[in-house]
Protein backbone atom coordinates (compact mmCIF):
# COMPACT_ATOMS: atom_id res chain seq x y z
CA UNK A 1 0.00 0.00 0.00
CA UNK A 2 1.31 3.44 -0.79
CA UNK A 3 2.34 5.93 1.45
CA UNK A 4 -0.30 8.41 2.50
CA UNK A 5 -0.38 11.70 3.90
CA UNK A 6 -2.42 13.18 7.04
CA UNK A 7 -2.11 16.25 7.93
CA UNK A 8 0.57 18.94 9.06
CA UNK A 9 -0.07 17.29 12.14
CA UNK A 10 0.46 14.25 11.34
CA UNK A 11 3.16 12.60 9.44
CA UNK A 12 3.34 9.92 6.95
CA UNK A 13 2.82 6.52 7.42
CA UNK A 14 3.94 3.36 5.69
CA UNK A 15 1.64 0.08 5.90
CA UNK A 16 4.00 -2.60 6.62
CA UNK A 17 3.60 -6.04 4.24
CA UNK A 18 5.05 -8.35 6.84
CA UNK A 19 8.45 -8.86 9.12
CA UNK A 20 11.42 -6.52 9.48
CA UNK A 21 9.22 -3.68 7.60
CA UNK A 22 8.88 -0.83 10.33
CA UNK A 23 6.36 1.13 10.06
CA UNK A 24 5.90 4.50 12.35
CA UNK A 25 2.49 3.60 13.85
CA UNK A 26 -0.48 1.22 12.66
CA UNK A 27 -3.89 3.16 12.10
CA UNK A 28 -7.16 0.91 13.30
CA UNK A 29 -10.47 0.91 13.40
CA UNK A 30 -12.58 3.20 15.21
CA UNK A 31 -15.83 0.86 16.65
CA UNK A 32 -17.57 3.94 17.83
CA UNK A 33 -17.88 6.25 15.40
CA UNK A 34 -16.92 10.11 15.52
CA UNK A 35 -19.88 11.93 17.01
CA UNK A 36 -19.28 10.82 20.80
CA UNK A 37 -15.20 11.41 19.89
CA UNK A 38 -15.83 15.01 19.34
CA UNK A 39 -18.61 15.97 21.57
CA UNK A 40 -16.28 14.56 24.25
CA UNK A 41 -13.08 16.71 22.74
CA UNK A 42 -15.65 20.03 22.23
CA UNK A 43 -16.73 19.40 26.36
CA UNK A 44 -13.17 18.99 27.13
CA UNK A 45 -12.49 22.54 25.53
CA UNK A 46 -15.77 23.82 27.00
CA UNK A 47 -14.24 22.70 30.66
CA UNK A 48 -10.72 24.01 30.00
CA UNK A 49 -11.53 27.09 28.21
CA UNK A 50 -14.73 28.31 29.92
CA UNK A 51 -16.27 30.45 27.35
CA UNK A 52 -18.87 31.25 30.21
CA UNK A 53 -16.77 32.97 32.27
CA UNK A 54 -16.04 35.88 29.42
CA UNK A 55 -19.26 36.01 28.02
CA UNK A 56 -21.92 35.10 30.58
CA UNK A 57 -24.52 34.73 28.32
CA UNK A 58 -22.91 31.36 26.91
CA UNK A 59 -23.09 29.93 30.45
CA UNK A 60 -27.21 29.81 30.37
CA UNK A 61 -26.76 27.33 26.89
CA UNK A 62 -24.94 24.61 29.55
CA UNK A 63 -23.12 23.79 26.62
CA UNK A 64 -20.07 21.52 28.81
CA UNK A 65 -23.42 19.33 30.41
CA UNK A 66 -25.11 19.19 26.27
CA UNK A 67 -21.53 17.87 24.90
CA UNK A 68 -20.94 15.39 27.53
CA UNK A 69 -24.82 13.92 26.96
CA UNK A 70 -24.51 14.04 23.34
CA UNK A 71 -20.98 12.38 23.98
CA UNK A 72 -22.23 9.15 26.12
CA UNK A 73 -25.85 8.94 24.37
CA UNK A 74 -24.37 9.04 21.06
CA UNK A 75 -21.99 6.04 22.11
CA UNK A 76 -24.58 4.08 24.07
CA UNK A 77 -27.01 4.49 21.49
CA UNK A 78 -24.07 3.36 18.74
CA UNK A 79 -23.22 0.01 21.10
CA UNK A 80 -27.03 -0.66 21.46
CA UNK A 81 -27.26 -0.07 17.54
CA UNK A 82 -24.77 -3.05 16.88
CA UNK A 83 -26.10 -5.09 19.52
CA UNK A 84 -22.98 -4.76 21.88
CA UNK A 85 -23.44 -3.60 25.57
CA UNK A 86 -22.64 -0.37 26.04
CA UNK A 87 -22.10 -0.02 29.83
CA UNK A 88 -19.78 -2.85 30.17
CA UNK A 89 -17.07 -1.84 32.82
CA UNK A 90 -13.77 -4.37 32.99
CA UNK A 91 -10.44 -3.74 33.73
CA UNK A 92 -8.76 -1.07 35.19
CA UNK A 93 -12.53 1.07 35.48
CA UNK A 94 -13.64 -2.08 37.52
CA UNK A 95 -11.76 0.04 40.17
CA UNK A 96 -13.17 3.07 39.68
CA UNK A 97 -16.43 1.55 39.98
CA UNK A 98 -15.56 -0.08 43.36
CA UNK A 99 -14.65 3.27 44.73
CA UNK A 100 -17.41 5.06 43.56
CA UNK A 101 -19.32 2.13 45.12
CA UNK A 102 -17.88 2.45 48.06
CA UNK A 103 -18.31 6.36 48.33
CA UNK A 104 -22.10 5.59 48.04
CA UNK A 105 -22.30 3.34 50.29
CA UNK A 106 -20.78 5.15 53.25
CA UNK A 107 -23.45 7.63 52.86
CA UNK A 108 -25.41 7.06 55.28
CA UNK A 109 -22.21 7.31 57.78
CA UNK A 110 -21.09 10.69 56.38
CA UNK A 111 -21.00 13.74 58.73
CA UNK A 112 -24.02 15.19 56.42
CA UNK A 113 -25.19 12.60 54.11
CA UNK A 114 -27.16 14.88 52.25
CA UNK A 115 -23.38 16.91 51.57
CA UNK A 116 -21.81 13.73 50.12
CA UNK A 117 -24.58 12.65 48.12
CA UNK A 118 -24.75 16.52 46.54
CA UNK A 119 -21.19 16.07 46.16
CA UNK A 120 -21.02 12.83 44.75
CA UNK A 121 -23.27 13.66 41.72
CA UNK A 122 -22.41 16.79 41.35
CA UNK A 123 -18.55 16.57 41.17
CA UNK A 124 -17.54 13.29 41.28
CA UNK A 125 -19.77 11.35 39.09
CA UNK A 126 -18.90 13.63 36.03
CA UNK A 127 -15.02 13.00 36.45
CA UNK A 128 -15.78 9.11 36.52
CA UNK A 129 -17.75 9.57 33.18
CA UNK A 130 -15.46 11.41 31.55
CA UNK A 131 -12.89 8.90 32.65
CA UNK A 132 -14.70 6.28 31.22
CA UNK A 133 -16.21 7.97 28.05
CA UNK A 134 -12.43 8.23 27.32
CA UNK A 135 -11.31 5.06 27.98
CA UNK A 136 -13.90 3.87 25.34
CA UNK A 137 -14.32 6.29 22.26
CA UNK A 138 -10.54 7.03 22.08
CA UNK A 139 -10.28 3.60 20.74
CA UNK A 140 -7.61 4.27 18.35
CA UNK A 141 -3.86 5.67 17.79
CA UNK A 142 -4.96 8.51 15.30
CA UNK A 143 -7.40 9.66 18.71
CA UNK A 144 -5.27 9.21 20.91
CA UNK A 145 -3.04 11.42 19.08
CA UNK A 146 -5.72 13.65 18.19
CA UNK A 147 -6.37 14.29 22.01
CA UNK A 148 -2.96 14.99 22.93
CA UNK A 149 -2.92 17.92 20.25
CA UNK A 150 -6.21 19.24 21.38
CA UNK A 151 -5.24 19.44 24.97
CA UNK A 152 -1.51 20.90 24.30
CA UNK A 153 -3.42 23.29 22.05
CA UNK A 154 -5.63 24.18 24.70
CA UNK A 155 -2.75 24.78 27.47
CA UNK A 156 -1.43 27.96 25.25
CA UNK A 157 -4.28 30.08 26.30
CA UNK A 158 -4.01 28.85 29.98
CA UNK A 159 -0.06 29.45 29.97
CA UNK A 160 -0.38 33.12 28.25
CA UNK A 161 -2.90 34.10 30.79
CA UNK A 162 -0.49 33.19 33.63
CA UNK A 163 2.57 35.06 31.67
CA UNK A 164 0.67 38.32 31.21
CA UNK A 165 -0.46 38.45 34.55
CA UNK A 166 3.54 37.69 35.72
CA UNK A 167 5.01 39.95 33.16
CA UNK A 168 2.48 42.75 33.84
CA UNK A 169 2.33 42.78 37.38
CA UNK A 170 -0.95 41.75 38.07
CA UNK A 171 -0.45 40.08 41.18
CA UNK A 172 -2.98 39.31 44.04
CA UNK A 173 -2.68 38.99 47.82
CA UNK A 174 -5.52 36.48 48.02
CA UNK A 175 -6.45 34.33 51.16
CA UNK A 176 -5.24 31.01 49.47
CA UNK A 177 -1.51 32.49 49.19
CA UNK A 178 -1.38 33.78 52.72
CA UNK A 179 0.00 37.21 51.83
CA UNK A 180 2.28 36.33 49.29
CA UNK A 181 2.15 38.29 45.83
CA UNK A 182 1.11 36.02 43.40
CA UNK A 183 -0.72 35.53 39.57
CA UNK A 184 -4.28 34.86 39.28
CA UNK A 185 -4.85 31.64 37.29
CA UNK A 186 -7.19 31.20 34.31
CA UNK A 187 -10.15 32.22 34.92
CA UNK A 188 -12.06 28.16 34.85
CA UNK A 189 -13.21 26.14 37.25
CA UNK A 190 -10.12 23.66 37.22
CA UNK A 191 -7.38 26.39 36.91
CA UNK A 192 -8.80 29.03 38.79
CA UNK A 193 -5.77 29.59 41.43
CA UNK A 194 -1.99 29.81 40.51
CA UNK A 195 -1.85 26.06 42.46
CA UNK A 196 -4.19 24.56 39.78
CA UNK A 197 -3.07 26.43 36.80
CA UNK A 198 0.30 24.77 37.50
CA UNK A 199 -1.32 21.38 38.12
CA UNK A 200 -2.99 21.44 34.85
CA UNK A 201 -0.16 22.48 32.55
CA UNK A 202 2.20 19.26 34.12
CA UNK A 203 -0.38 17.21 33.61
CA UNK A 204 -0.62 18.44 30.07
CA UNK A 205 3.18 19.28 29.20
CA UNK A 206 4.28 15.39 29.23
CA UNK A 207 1.81 14.86 26.24
CA UNK A 208 3.19 17.99 24.54
CA UNK A 209 6.93 16.67 24.95
CA UNK A 210 5.47 13.47 23.36
CA UNK A 211 4.36 15.04 20.54
CA UNK A 212 7.15 16.68 19.73
CA UNK A 213 9.34 13.56 20.13
CA UNK A 214 6.82 11.91 17.26
CA UNK A 215 6.49 14.39 14.79
CA UNK A 216 8.78 15.00 11.67
CA UNK A 217 7.84 17.87 10.25
CA UNK A 218 9.64 21.28 11.13
CA UNK A 219 6.73 23.18 11.25
CA UNK A 220 4.77 21.21 14.06
CA UNK A 221 8.05 20.63 16.01
CA UNK A 222 8.71 24.79 16.50
CA UNK A 223 4.82 25.29 17.29
CA UNK A 224 5.32 22.16 19.88
CA UNK A 225 8.71 23.65 20.86
CA UNK A 226 7.04 27.25 21.46
CA UNK A 227 4.19 25.64 23.40
CA UNK A 228 6.45 23.69 26.09
CA UNK A 229 8.46 26.42 26.30
CA UNK A 230 5.22 28.55 27.11
CA UNK A 231 4.54 26.21 29.39
CA UNK A 232 7.45 25.89 31.60
CA UNK A 233 7.68 29.81 32.21
CA UNK A 234 3.76 29.54 33.15
CA UNK A 235 4.46 26.83 35.92
CA UNK A 236 7.39 29.15 37.07
CA UNK A 237 5.07 32.16 37.17
CA UNK A 238 2.50 30.36 39.51
CA UNK A 239 5.18 29.85 42.55
CA UNK A 240 3.64 26.87 43.13
CA UNK A 241 5.90 24.37 44.68
CA UNK A 242 3.99 21.15 44.18
CA UNK A 243 4.51 22.76 40.84
CA UNK A 244 7.90 22.97 40.40
CA UNK A 245 8.34 19.52 41.92
CA UNK A 246 6.02 18.06 39.55
CA UNK A 247 8.10 20.07 36.45
CA UNK A 248 11.26 18.25 37.92
CA UNK A 249 9.77 15.02 37.58
CA UNK A 250 8.89 15.47 34.30
CA UNK A 251 12.42 16.97 33.36
CA UNK A 252 14.27 14.10 34.85
CA UNK A 253 11.83 11.56 33.53
CA UNK A 254 12.39 13.04 29.83
CA UNK A 255 16.03 13.33 30.47
CA UNK A 256 16.09 9.33 30.99
CA UNK A 257 14.18 8.48 28.16
CA UNK A 258 16.03 10.69 25.46
CA UNK A 259 19.55 8.99 27.18
CA UNK A 260 17.49 5.61 26.53
CA UNK A 261 16.78 6.57 23.12
CA UNK A 262 20.38 7.70 22.55
CA UNK A 263 19.31 11.10 21.75
CA UNK A 264 21.62 13.20 24.07
CA UNK A 265 22.20 16.04 21.62
CA UNK A 266 18.88 16.74 22.85
CA UNK A 267 19.33 16.39 26.17
CA UNK A 268 22.16 17.90 26.58
CA UNK A 269 20.43 21.03 25.43
CA UNK A 270 17.81 20.63 27.65
CA UNK A 271 19.68 20.70 30.28
CA UNK A 272 22.02 23.85 29.06
CA UNK A 273 19.21 25.81 28.90
CA UNK A 274 17.45 24.73 32.32
CA UNK A 275 20.68 26.08 33.56
CA UNK A 276 20.63 29.16 32.03
CA UNK A 277 16.72 29.30 32.80
CA UNK A 278 17.56 29.05 36.53
CA UNK A 279 19.83 32.15 36.33
CA UNK A 280 16.79 34.13 35.34
CA UNK A 281 14.47 33.25 38.60
CA UNK A 282 13.40 35.29 40.37
CA UNK A 283 14.71 35.34 44.26
CA UNK A 284 11.21 35.41 45.33
CA UNK A 285 10.78 32.33 43.38
CA UNK A 286 14.14 30.85 44.79
CA UNK A 287 13.22 31.58 48.70
CA UNK A 288 9.68 30.19 47.88
CA UNK A 289 11.09 27.09 46.76
CA UNK A 290 13.49 26.68 49.85
CA UNK A 291 10.30 26.52 52.37
CA UNK A 292 9.76 22.61 50.92
CA UNK A 293 12.59 21.36 52.73
CA UNK A 294 12.48 23.72 55.64
CA UNK A 295 8.65 24.39 56.15
CA UNK A 296 9.55 26.56 59.39
CA UNK A 297 11.06 29.34 56.58
CA UNK A 298 7.23 29.88 55.11
CA UNK A 299 6.62 33.10 55.89
CA UNK A 300 3.25 33.00 54.73
CA UNK A 301 2.56 30.50 57.30
CA UNK A 302 0.65 27.77 54.49
CA UNK A 303 3.50 25.07 54.76
CA UNK A 304 3.20 25.10 58.26
CA UNK A 305 -0.58 25.16 58.59
CA UNK A 306 -0.95 22.19 55.41
CA UNK A 307 1.65 19.93 57.41
CA UNK A 308 -0.21 20.25 60.55
CA UNK A 309 -3.64 19.53 58.60
CA UNK A 310 -1.88 16.29 57.23
CA UNK A 311 -1.33 15.34 61.36
CA UNK A 312 -4.68 16.44 61.91
CA UNK A 313 -5.86 14.29 59.17
CA UNK A 314 -3.87 10.97 59.97
CA UNK A 315 -5.37 11.04 63.62
CA UNK A 316 -9.16 11.53 62.24
CA UNK A 317 -8.14 7.86 60.10
CA UNK A 318 -6.56 6.53 63.25
CA UNK A 319 -9.69 7.04 64.84
CA UNK A 320 -12.34 5.90 62.35
CA UNK A 321 -10.43 4.08 59.91
CA UNK A 322 -13.12 1.90 58.17
CA UNK A 323 -16.01 4.49 57.28
CA UNK A 324 -14.65 8.00 57.48
CA UNK A 325 -16.31 11.35 57.17
CA UNK A 326 -18.50 11.04 54.07
CA UNK A 327 -17.69 12.00 50.56
CA UNK A 328 -16.37 15.29 50.26
CA UNK A 329 -16.88 15.96 53.81
CA UNK A 330 -13.22 16.39 54.92
CA UNK A 331 -13.65 20.01 55.52
CA UNK A 332 -16.46 19.45 58.25
CA UNK A 333 -14.13 16.38 59.69
CA UNK A 334 -10.48 18.92 60.15
CA UNK A 335 -12.95 21.21 61.65
CA UNK A 336 -14.42 18.88 64.33
CA UNK A 337 -10.79 18.10 65.12
CA UNK A 338 -9.42 21.47 64.96
CA UNK A 339 -10.82 24.33 64.82
CA UNK A 340 -13.25 25.68 61.93
CA UNK A 341 -11.06 26.95 58.63
CA UNK A 342 -12.68 25.37 56.53
CA UNK A 343 -10.47 23.83 54.30
CA UNK A 344 -9.36 20.58 52.67
CA UNK A 345 -6.30 18.71 53.77
CA UNK A 346 -4.04 19.31 50.94
CA UNK A 347 -3.15 15.54 49.95
CA UNK A 348 -5.30 13.32 47.56
CA UNK A 349 -4.50 10.15 49.40
CA UNK A 350 -5.53 11.83 53.03
CA UNK A 351 -8.35 13.34 51.53
CA UNK A 352 -9.47 9.61 50.20
CA UNK A 353 -8.30 8.37 53.79
CA UNK A 354 -10.66 11.32 55.58
CA UNK A 355 -14.00 10.65 53.58
CA UNK A 356 -13.47 7.07 52.46
CA UNK A 357 -11.62 5.68 55.51
CA UNK A 358 -8.93 2.93 54.85
CA UNK A 359 -10.90 0.46 51.94
CA UNK A 360 -11.24 4.11 50.12
CA UNK A 361 -7.78 4.99 49.60
CA UNK A 362 -7.23 1.56 49.02
CA UNK A 363 -9.10 1.11 46.76
CA UNK A 364 -8.06 4.77 45.15
CA UNK A 365 -4.55 3.25 45.73
CA UNK A 366 -5.55 -0.41 43.48
CA UNK A 367 -7.01 1.94 41.00
CA UNK A 368 -3.33 3.73 40.79
CA UNK A 369 -1.54 0.24 40.71
CA UNK A 370 -3.92 -1.12 37.72
CA UNK A 371 -3.24 2.10 35.50
CA UNK A 372 0.05 1.84 35.95
CA UNK A 373 0.78 -2.06 35.77
CA UNK A 374 -1.06 -1.80 32.32
CA UNK A 375 0.18 1.17 31.07
CA UNK A 376 3.67 -0.22 32.09
CA UNK A 377 3.00 -3.63 29.57
CA UNK A 378 1.41 -1.44 26.87
CA UNK A 379 4.55 0.23 26.76
CA UNK A 380 6.45 -3.41 26.84
CA UNK A 381 4.04 -4.43 24.17
CA UNK A 382 4.48 -1.07 22.00
CA UNK A 383 8.57 -1.36 22.35
CA UNK A 384 8.71 -4.79 20.91
CA UNK A 385 6.27 -3.93 18.20
CA UNK A 386 8.31 -1.42 15.20
CA UNK A 387 5.43 -0.29 13.68
CA UNK A 388 4.02 0.89 16.95
CA UNK A 389 6.86 3.89 17.60
CA UNK A 390 4.56 6.47 17.63
CA UNK A 391 2.07 5.09 20.31
CA UNK A 392 5.07 4.25 22.27
CA UNK A 393 5.72 7.86 22.69
CA UNK A 394 2.12 8.59 23.53
CA UNK A 395 2.36 6.13 26.24
CA UNK A 396 5.88 7.47 27.63
CA UNK A 397 4.00 11.37 27.90
CA UNK A 398 1.37 9.39 29.87
CA UNK A 399 3.30 7.51 32.36
CA UNK A 400 5.25 11.04 32.75
CA UNK A 401 2.26 12.58 33.19
CA UNK A 402 0.66 9.97 35.97
CA UNK A 403 4.04 9.91 37.60
CA UNK A 404 4.21 13.86 37.95
CA UNK A 405 -0.11 13.48 39.38
CA UNK A 406 1.56 10.92 41.67
CA UNK A 407 3.90 13.48 43.28
CA UNK A 408 1.21 16.92 43.36
CA UNK A 409 -1.39 14.32 45.10
CA UNK A 410 0.88 14.83 48.26
CA UNK A 411 0.05 18.56 47.98
CA UNK A 412 -3.19 18.88 46.54
CA UNK A 413 -7.10 19.12 47.27
CA UNK A 414 -8.49 17.52 44.46
CA UNK A 415 -8.82 13.71 44.66
CA UNK A 416 -12.69 13.80 42.95
CA UNK A 417 -11.84 16.50 40.53
CA UNK A 418 -11.01 15.75 36.51
CA UNK A 419 -7.04 16.61 37.04
CA UNK A 420 -6.57 12.58 37.52
CA UNK A 421 -9.64 10.95 35.81
CA UNK A 422 -8.90 12.92 32.39
CA UNK A 423 -5.28 11.44 32.60
CA UNK A 424 -6.70 7.72 34.06
CA UNK A 425 -8.85 7.36 30.95
CA UNK A 426 -6.33 8.79 28.20
CA UNK A 427 -4.16 6.13 29.51
CA UNK A 428 -6.69 3.21 29.94
CA UNK A 429 -7.51 4.03 26.03
CA UNK A 430 -3.93 3.86 25.64
CA UNK A 431 -3.64 0.44 26.96
CA UNK A 432 -6.61 -1.42 25.16
CA UNK A 433 -5.62 0.60 21.97
CA UNK A 434 -2.10 -1.40 22.68
CA UNK A 435 -3.54 -4.44 23.28
CA UNK A 436 -5.45 -4.48 20.25
CA UNK A 437 -2.60 -3.15 18.15
CA UNK A 438 0.25 -5.49 19.20
CA UNK A 439 -1.99 -8.51 19.18
CA UNK A 440 -3.17 -7.65 16.00
CA UNK A 441 0.45 -6.94 14.74
CA UNK A 442 0.91 -5.29 11.54
CA UNK A 443 -1.63 -6.17 9.18
CA UNK A 444 -1.80 -3.42 6.91
CA UNK A 445 -3.62 -0.08 6.99
CA UNK A 446 -7.69 0.83 7.67
CA UNK A 447 -9.32 3.87 6.97
CA UNK A 448 -11.65 5.60 10.24
CA UNK A 449 -15.14 4.46 10.47
CA UNK A 450 -17.14 7.05 9.15
CA UNK A 451 -19.77 8.87 11.76
Same mark, same amino acid.
Given at each position: ? #????????????????????????????????????????????????????????????????????? #??????????????????????????????????????????????????????? =????????????? +??????????????????????????????? @???????????????????????????? @???????????? @????????????????????????????????????????????????????????????????????????????????????????????????????????? =????????????????????????????? =??????????? +??????????????????????????????????????????????????????????? +?????????????????????????? +??????????? @?
Amino acid at each position: M #SDQTWGWWRHQTVAAAGPGISARQVPQLSRTGSVPFWALMAFTCLLLLSPQSFVPAVGALHLPLLMALL #SAGSYILGRWRHGEKALQIGGEMRFAAWLAAWALLTVPLSLWPGGSIAFFFSIYF =KALVVCWLLSRVV +DTSDRLRSVCWILSLIAAPLAVSGVRSFFSG @AFKHEELSHGLARISGYDASLTGNPNDL @ALMLNLILPLSI @ALFLMVRGMGARCVLAALIGLDVVAIVATFSRAGFLSLAVIGISYLVILFRRRRRNLALLIIAATLAGTLLLPSTYINRLSTITDIQADQTNSAQVRFRDYLTAV =KYVARHPLMGAGIGMNILALNDARGATWT =KVHNVYLEYAV +DLGLPGVGLFLLLLYAIVRGLRQALRRAAAVPALADLHFLLEGLGVSLAGFILSAFFYP +DAYQFYFYYIAGLTIAAIVITKAAAG +DGVQGETQASP @A
